[in-house]
């Protein structure tokens, strides 16, 4: 199958533009994640991709195939959604292999009587059943098989629901915030089973989600999107590493990054007036760094932070310290829980020049300030 290409989509609700000029490609074979708060028109995005929404402008490729002159039956995706969708009045084993049945029985043989009269029916449901099965079995659900939805737990219909998915054998699934109805536990784990089943299918997976740890955890590459655009398109770990927007970098990571007001290039009052030329270029308006970047010992080059310890907040294996610089806004740091300051302590912290992110005015990164080359003798 072919890469899948989206080339300046445009759509809009009413006077609501949701998704505002939107170019994208869809690796085949790839786990890419659309991450965003809601209302960013991940959904809708999703949607184009199924067929279940036309864009207003825009095209929708895939190899030679013009996606938006196929039905969503030809387009040769299955969706799961964050509420399961499944039809309560049927089993397990219905809900599972109603796609099979679509496709392999006429309008007539599905009718309840027709399997009694038609011995063809039969075998061909016994078929469904086994391929319906062997699916129900790779999920862990075989024992539920004649279950209806409202025997189930939350995990258990999803499952069904992935399975039901899996039957079809599409080349691409979409994800609509699958996991979102699940407690944390159970969340974690299907998570591992989903990237799992990606792995072993070898399928496209396009995956909705507001959840960065879902994101980040799952995916080959992540989209970060912001009011109908996308931000940023990257592996997890370069956009954790290099942020290309400070929208990027406040959504992804946690506790989130600082930020701190530079004027003109220059470190403020927060900063004690301490040059950063060495750190971020001029045009940075704004300096980032995570709260697990700050170090207590000292480092040559290092930014240097100092303030009021205002809260400290024992974690676990590490404490998180609010410090109140004089004169700016507070930052948020993860330090070590033994040796970490108390509350109303005064702290000096420092976070490595190479763990400083620079934004400029309208909040795009700035490239780093090379490292200095080392002299020839
Ligand atoms: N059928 C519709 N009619 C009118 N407005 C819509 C429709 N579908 C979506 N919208 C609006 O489009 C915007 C984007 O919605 P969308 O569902 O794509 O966002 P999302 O990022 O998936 O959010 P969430 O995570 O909350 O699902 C929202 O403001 C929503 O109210």
Not at 96 to 106: A, H, I, Q
Not at 178 to 192: E, F, H, K
Not at 220 to 235: E, F, H, W, Y
Not at 280 to 307: I, M, W, Y
Request: proline share 7%; charged share 20%; aromatic share 6%.
């Amino acid at each position: 199958m072919a890469d899948i290409h989206l080339q300046d989509i445009r759509k809009g609700y009413g006077a609501t533009q949701v998704l505002d000029g939107l170019s994208l490609t869809i690796r085949d074979g790839e786990f890419l994640t659309l991450l965003g708060a809601s209302g960013c028109g991940k959904s809708t995005l999703l949607k184009l991709l199924a067929g279940l929404e036309l864009p207003d402008t825009g095209s929708i490729r895939r190899g030679d195939d013009d996606l938006l002159r196929q039905s969503p039956a030809e387009r040769d995706c299955a969706m799961v959604f964050q509420s399961y969708a499944l039809y309560p009045h049927m089993t397990v084993r219905d809900n599972v292999c109603t796609p099979l049945y679509m496709r392999m029985l006429g309008f007539w043989q599905r009718l309840p009587g027709a399997r009694w009269l038609d011995p063809r029916v039969r075998r061909q449901l016994r078929e469904a059943h086994a391929q319906g099965l062997a699916v129900a079995r790779t999920l862990g659900i075989d024992h539920l098989w004649l279950r209806r939805p409202a025997q189930l737990s939350g995990g258990q219909r999803q499952r069904v629901a992935l399975a039901r998915a899996m039957v079809r054998r599409p080349s691409v699934f979409l994800f609509d915030e699958p996991l979102s109805n699940l407690d944390a536990n159970l969340r974690q784990a299907l998570r591992a089973e989903i990237r799992q089943l990606h792995d072993q299918l070898g399928r496209t997976f396009v995956y909705v989600t507001h959840d960065q740890h879902e994101a980040m955890s799952m995916s080959d590459r992540v989209a970060v999107m912001k009011q109908g655009r996308i931000l940023q398109l990257g592996t997890p770990t370069e956009i954790y590493e290099a942020p290309a927007h400070r929208d990027v970098a406040a959504f992804v990571g946690s506790p989130r990054m600082n930020f701190l007001t530079l004027a003109a290039g220059q470190a403020g009052p927060a900063l004690q007036d301490q040059p950063v030329g060495h750190i971020v270029p001029r045009e940075a308006a704004q300096l980032g760094f995570r709260p697990h970047a700050a170090r207590l010992a000292p480092e040559p080059g290092a930014l240097r932070v100092a303030g009021r310890v205002v809260q400290a907040e024992f974690t676990g294996a590490e404490r998180m310290v609010t410090l109140q610089p004089e004169g700016g806004e507070p930052v948020v740091l993860v330090l070590p829980a033994h040796g970490a300051p108390a509350r109303g302590e005064d702290l000096v912290v420092y976070v490595p020049a190479h763990a400083c992110h620079g934004f400029d005015a309208r909040g795009w990164r700035v490239p780093a300030v090379p490292a200095a080359q080392p002299r020839a003798a």
